[in-house]
């Protein structure tokens, strides 16, 4: 806490609260007429004096402390403002402690807070009773139980048979618990995250090409760039921030070029927008490569320095031509042509995708060849340059990858399979190690069905509404032998467990984040835990403790400090730095070591030092469009939501602007099927059909219909297919499923079932 921090007196029930509100109720309205009075007597720089002295006074009756955001990877800072209760309000922070956004938040970032004192907010541990009915306990009856559940599936099945979904929403240090817990206390590697789900195709590609799976660059790479390549991307609802940072730099003159199945609206600003079919984007990735080699518009000497394997991966691309490209991507050539020739003749560009790019079942192939596009350009290691996968969730990248909690890495990326890494951590750990990597999320339901997993630890996720193939998730949750599940809210997943322990929000504890340029940030807690839930950290260490290991931690920076000694990479980042630098972005290998702004710029983290350049063939989607289901259908996020709503359906603001999904169809489209706009429509496909609202609109192209991800009663991925995975990354294609759509005769509306509060009624 700030020593600026100060408390406001303790809020009063009844009689006392009445009275206590009556008092500030007349201050305020002794402050309006003094505040007239004044305006009247006192010149202007005297009335500046007094409304300082006001609002100094008004503000020392609030906490303030610094925080970084927990919805997005942008990973905006912010003063938070409470009463020591609720948030009353967000302003940006000393522009030194938040480089990312300056003085900029959007929406979630400044409003959404409501959910932190919803009704619904779990504070007590939940167990069933003898009926099967939810019923609230202590801690140690609830922990007693989750001990009995996870240790008869290890003593009957092995360790192997547990796995755990850990949280990108939960801090650094709370992940590299996960991950320990996982292959200390549990015995298994099937530790996984929602990262599974986006962008684990972006860490393959990226990570097999050039060295490191994430970004290149650091947010003001952006404003030095003389040209963007956006793709898959709908920057402003999804990275709100990071898009108003690069519409500024198109107005100050930076090319932006976007390629998009959506007439997103960075469309808008774009110098060029060209519409693509989604499902097919290393086809016109490989055209442009074609393109620019082709018109000597590669950079030559970076290719024969700092390069490898170029001539096969020029071979490859080979059969891309204009017209070949348009045929499978719908790109006209002239507009695949001006968008190589924008690319090729910046001096600088940089070069940023989402999950249009890497939620596919060739996800893996369209990161290497944006990698592929960025190293023969030359476009890797400067300033202004780089390649910018922008993550999702507030913290996936460190929570949901440079901790460790993967099947096939242990923290900083250190493999699983490699004999002296993983000695190092079992020699650290105290434990034995399985030299296999484990089960990735989407593998987790296959063995779930299969019988070679039978429990499961699910901390902050809500796979129930996020997996792929919705119907299939459901019924390996139903079957479970043994879940346990650790959040806020009561939510889908939740529906199914044996145990549900309440956590507390990102506003109630400590520790770090990292954005998505790799910058670690300082996590404040601003506001107390809610009735007895606790911070995920001191959940872990207390079960493991019960499970007879002996966790001392005292905070999240005796977390952090015993997981930077054994994780080069965060090696020299301890939390006195970051909170003193504002940041520190890895590799930061010592306290010496300044920390990497832009990766890449002596040499590539591969074997050799350069750059692997990848022959990408094409494959098609797994799944096509056909005479059955002549449609595709792909999905995707909105501004106001936030993944599966468990922290924006509580928002009554926000509800206000966006309380349900609907699916965008094309005019033509919905005139071939008798649609108009607002019209419920049946959406089916080989793994089921949702009802939903039509938004008739220009901005989708014929024969593609869009529909977001956030509303259980409209989900989505009832349609979509949980066993079409990327053969390498194993993420699904959420973007390409072959759907129809009809009109629902005589509905005029979908019926909504609120997550109602539960407390009060166990
Ligand atoms: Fe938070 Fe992302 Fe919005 Fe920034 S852009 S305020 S990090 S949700």
Redesign the pocket.
């Known amino acids: 806490m700030t020593d600026e921090r100060t408390k406001m007196e303790e809020r009063k029930e009844g009689v006392a609260g009445y009275m206590q509100r009556a008092k500030e109720q007349a201050t305020r309205n002794v402050e309006h007429f003094t505040e007239g009075m004044a305006a009247e007597m006192m010149s202007e720089g005297k009335l500046f004096d007094v409304a300082q002295e006001i609002s100094d006074e008004r503000l020392g009756e609030l906490t303030v402390d610094d925080t970084t955001?927990g919805?997005?990877a942008?990973?905006?800072r912010f003063d938070v403002y409470t009463d020591g209760e609720e948030v009353l309000a967000t302003r940006a922070t000393d522009p030194e402690k938040s480089p990312v956004?300056d003085i900029s938040?959007?929406v979630?970032?400044k409003f959404s807070y409501d959910f932190v004192n919803n009704d619904g907010r779990l504070t007590k541990p939940l167990v069933r009773d003898e009926n099967d009915e939810w019923r609230e306990a202590t801690w140690e009856e609830a922990y007693e139980q989750v001990v009995e559940g996870f240790e008869s599936i290890i003593d009957e099945y092995g360790g192997d048979s547990m796995c755990l979904i850990a949280s990108s929403k939960a801090t650094n240090e709370e992940n590299y618990l996960m991950s320990k817990f996982a292959r200390q206390v549990l015995g298994t590697n099937s530790v996984d995250n929602c990262n599974r789900l986006c962008h684990s195709s972006t860490v393959a590609g990226l990570a097999s090409t050039l060295g490191f799976g994430a970004a290149s660059v650091s947010v003001k790479d952006f404003e030095e760039a003389d040209a963007i390549l956006l793709s898959g991307s709908n920057t402003t609802e999804a990275?709100?921030?990071l898009a108003t940072r690069i519409k500024q730099q198109v107005r100050e003159g930076t090319d932006l070029v976007v390629f998009d199945p959506r007439e997103i609206q960075m469309a808008e600003y774009a110098t060029q927008y060209t519409k693509v079919l989604p499902g097919h984007d290393r086809a016109w990735v490989n055209g442009l490569i074609k393109y620019i080699v082709d018109n000597d518009l590669y950079d030559e000497e970076f290719v024969e320095e700092r390069t490898e394997g170029f001539d096969e991966m020029v071979e490859a691309v080979q059969p891309f031509t204009p017209e070949r490209v348009e045929e499978l991507t719908g790109v006209p050539p002239a507009e695949l042509e001006s968008a190589a020739e924008i690319i090729g003749n910046a001096e600088r560009c940089v070069i940023g995708w989402t999950l249009g790019i890497t939620e596919q079942s060739r996800g893996t192939d369209n990161v290497t060849a944006l990698a592929n596009l960025a190293a023969i350009t030359g476009n890797l290691g400067k300033p202004g340059t780089g390649v910018s996968p922008f993550r999702g969730q507030n913290n996936v990248q460190g929570g949901g990858g440079d901790m460790g909690p993967l099947p096939d890495n242990l923290p900083g990326y250190q493999s699983v399979t490699d004999d002296d890494l993983r000695a190092k951590f079992e020699d650290a750990w105290d434990c034995d190690i399985a030299p296999e990597r484990g089960f990735y999320t989407t593998e987790m339901f296959l063995a779930l069905e299969e019988g070679d997993l039978r429990g499961m630890y699910c901390i902050g996720e809500n796979p129930s509404l996020s997996e792929p193939g919705k119907g299939h998730a459901d019924e390996m949750l139903e079957e479970i032998e043994f879940l346990v599940v650790q959040d806020l809210f009561l939510n889908e997943t939740a529906k199914y467990a044996d145990v549900v322990l309440p956590a507390c929000s990102f506003l109630e504890k400590s520790g770090t984040f990292t954005n998505t340029d790799r910058r670690v940030q300082k996590v404040n807690k601003v506001i107390e835990r809610k009735g007895d839930s606790k911070q995920d950290w001191v959940i872990l260490q207390e079960l493991a403790n019960r499970m007879g290991r002996e966790w001392d931690y005292a905070d999240t920076n005796e977390i952090n400090e015993e997981m930077r000694s054994i994780t080069p990479i965060y090696g020299g980042i301890s939390h006195e730095r970051v909170e003193a630098e504002g940041g520190v972005q890895w590799p930061c290998y010592d306290l010496d070591h300044p920390g990497t702004e832009r990766l890449y710029e002596e040499e590539f983290n591969t074997d050799s030092g350069k750059a692997n350049l990848t022959p990408v063939e094409y494959k098609e989607p797994m799944e096509q469009p056909d005479e059955e289901f002549p449609l595709t259908l792909t999905t995707g996020r909105v501004l106001y939501q936030y993944h599966t709503g468990t922290m924006t359906h509580p928002e009554e603001g926000i509800m206000k602007y966006n309380d349900r999904d609907f699916v965008e169809i094309s005019p033509k489209t919905a005139a071939a099927y008798g649609i108009e706009d607002g019209d419920v429509v049946r959406l089916e496909s080989r793994r089921g059909e949702i009802t939903v609202p039509a938004q008739v609109t220009e901005r989708i192209g014929d024969d593609v219909v869009f529909a977001p991800i956030h509303f259980a009663e409209t989900a989505v991925n009832t349609l979509t297919s949980s066993d079409r995975l990327d053969p390498v990354a194993k993420t699904p294609e959420f973007k390409v499923s072959a759907v129809r759509i009809s009109p629902v005769e005589g509905q005029e509306e979908i019926e909504y079932d609120r997550m109602e509060p539960i407390s009060g009624d166990v």
């Open positions: 955001c919805y997005c942008v990973g905006c956004n938040t959007c979630k970032g990275h709100p921030v």
